[in-house]
Nanobody, 122 residues
Framework: QVQLVESGGGLVQPGGSLRLSCAASGSIFSISAMGWYRQAPEKQRELVATITSAGSTTYADSVKGRFTISRDNDKNTVYLQMNSLKPEDTAAYYC????????????????WGQGTQVTVSS
């Protein structure tokens, strides 16, 4: 089985920074794409940023220029550096992995982490 475990959330003041990490564990050979999504109370889950195994990235317009996604393929870990945080960034942040190739050659699709809370408040 595959598990995604996020860490790095917390309480930060407006203008501050946080770095989220998500480590995928299990019998993993490769992961095609990893990403971060977030969900605020009473709102739908939305895409924050994604990154492919080749390093291609996409960002939501609301975080462009403030957030940076990166990954370490050897460690099956994805990061989200969040700078200039705003109160509207407050949400539960979820890690996502798609098209996971296992060490046995099978493919798994669309795994999610349990989420980590980010609260931006003074």
């Amino acid at each position: 089985q595959v598990q995604l475990v996020e860490s790095g959330g917390g309480l930060v003041q407006p203008g501050g920074s946080l770095r989220l990490s998500c480590a995928a564990s299990g019998s993993i050979f490769s992961i095609s794409a990893m990403g971060w999504y977030r969900q605020a109370p009473e709102k739908q889950r939305e895409l924050v940023a994604t990154i492919t195994s080749a390093g291609s990235t996409t960002y939501a317009d609301s975080v462009k220029g403030r957030f940076t996604i990166s990954r370490d393929n050897d460690k099956n870990t994805v990061y989200l550096q969040m700078n200039s945080l705003k109160p509207e960034d407050t949400a539960a942040y979820y890690c996502n992995a798609v098209r996971i190739r296992t060490s046995t050659g099978t493919y798994l699709h669309d795994y999610w982490g349990q989420g980590t809370q980010v609260t931006v408040s003074s």
